[in-house]
Each structure stands twice: as C-alpha cells, then as structure tokens.
C-alpha cells in the first residue's frame, strides 16, 4: 500500500480576521481563515475582486498583520514579533511577485534584483553577484542582465521580478496575479518559472489569481469568498503550466 508523504507546515493561519476601519466604516477582509501551506507545494488562490486574495497574501507574508487569530511562518508566531524581527522574517523566508513588476526604471535587470540580494546582509560581493547571475539565468535573462526595465517586453520584466523574488532562496513565493498583465504564451513562461519552484525547488509557491484556468497547474485550490475560504482542495493531476490555456 503506498501513503502520501507528510509535508511540513511551513505557514499555518488559525481563525484569521483582518479588518479595516472601525465602528460603521469597518471593513472586514479576512473572516476566520483556516490554512495550511506546506513545503513544496503550488497553491492557487481564486475568488473574485474583494474576496479578500490579496489581503490574505499580504497577512502570509508579514506585510500586514492580522488583526485577530495566529499567523505562524517557519515556526514563527508573526504577532509576537517586533518590526525588526518580522522584517527578519520577511527578508529570510519570503518571495513577493506582482502584477505590475514593481522594478526599479533607473536600474537594469541585474541591479534591481542585485538591491534584494544586497538586503540579506553578510554576503560578500562576489556571493552576491554569484547569486544575481543565478537567478536571471533561472529565468532565462542572462543576456539581458544590462537592460533597464523600459527596454524590455512585459514577460521580460515580469521575469525580472520573478528573479528578484527568488534570488535570497525563500521558501514562501507569495505571487499575486503575475500574470494579470501579460499575453497568454508570455503568461505561460511565468507560470513554468512559478511552478519550477515548486516542483524542483522544494519552494512553498501561492498564486493568487482571479483566473480559473490557472488552477489547473495547482497542487492545491483554495477558493475565496466575502473574506472566508469556501473551498480547500487537493489536484490530483496538476497540468503542467506550458498546457494551462484561457
């Protein structure tokens, strides 16, 4: 008989709320969330505008605190943290992705992922560079490592930012619509990278996303509403990303 290998935790969310404002202008954005993220796995959030995805990402990753229930990351309760130490956090363990690539225009490819490697602290200069030239090889920008931002097409930048993500190794790869801005074959090429993360990495990834079609290429589906996970399941046979289509 075989057994599935049990995965450890590395995120676990307990009865999680979020809320802004107060009194009559309060708006809740989280609602009791209960969530597992495990080592290793592709996890697709989906839910419509408001349903509190980017809220959650934002409270995973340390951005944002909850304003009741635990947060624990790599074995951490985030609301015991001072500013300092959740900074630590942050910088040790997670990877941000967005929409709109956020790079810096007056730097090129190398210097705006080599200023999050330079955040790490205690590495050398040639540990550095060691570990920028990596990461755009990893994304297959080694040849346009000297280009600024405004030169390159959108799935260039994208993957820039996708390198920069991963250039300190987190184990949490927080994505939020990566591919909201891009063309379908171009999509495609970031979603691979996303999933090679996962996959042969041995990286936690969550894509957030308000595409259906991408959770064909999950590991597991969590679907949001009105600030609460409604849905919670494991894929079977995740799709390869090259074959996600919408």
Avoid: C
Wanted: proline share 3%; net charge negative.
């Amino acid at each position: 008989m075989t057994t599935t290998p049990t995965r450890t935790a590395l995120a676990v969310l307990s009865d999680v709320t979020k809320t802004y404002g107060a009194g009559e202008a309060a708006v809740q954005a989280l609602r009791g969330v209960d969530l597992r993220l495990e080592d290793g796995e592709l996890v697709v959030v989906l839910g419509p505008s408001g349903s509190g995805k980017t809220t959650l990402l934002n409270v995973v990753g340390g951005i944002e605190p909850a304003t009741s229930g635990s947060v624990v990351l790599a074995g951490r309760d985030l609301s015991g943290l001072s500013a300092g130490a959740l900074t630590d956090v942050r910088r040790e363990t997670v990877g941000f992705v967005f929409q709109l690539f956020t790079l810096v225009p007056t730097l090129t490819a190398r210097e705006n992922v080599a200023v999050v490697a330079e955040l790490t602290g205690g590495a050398t200069r040639a540990r550095v560079d060691e570990a920028v030239d990596d990461a755009l090889a990893g994304v297959g920008l080694t040849d346009r490592a000297d280009v600024f931002p405004g030169h390159m097409s959108g799935g260039q930048q994208q993957r820039v930012a996708v390198a920069r993500a991963l250039v300190t190794s987190p184990r949490l790869l927080l994505a939020d619509e990566p591919t909201g801005s891009l063309d379908l074959d171009t999509g495609r090429e970031v979603l691979a990278l996303l999933q090679q993360a996962a996959r042969q990495d041995g990286r936690t990834v969550v894509v957030v996303t308000h595409n259906q079609a991408i959770a064909a290429m999950a590991d597991r589906v969590v679907r949001m509403r009105s600030g609460g996970v409604v849905e919670d399941q494991r894929v079977e046979h995740p799709r390869d990303a090259s074959e996600v289509s919408w």
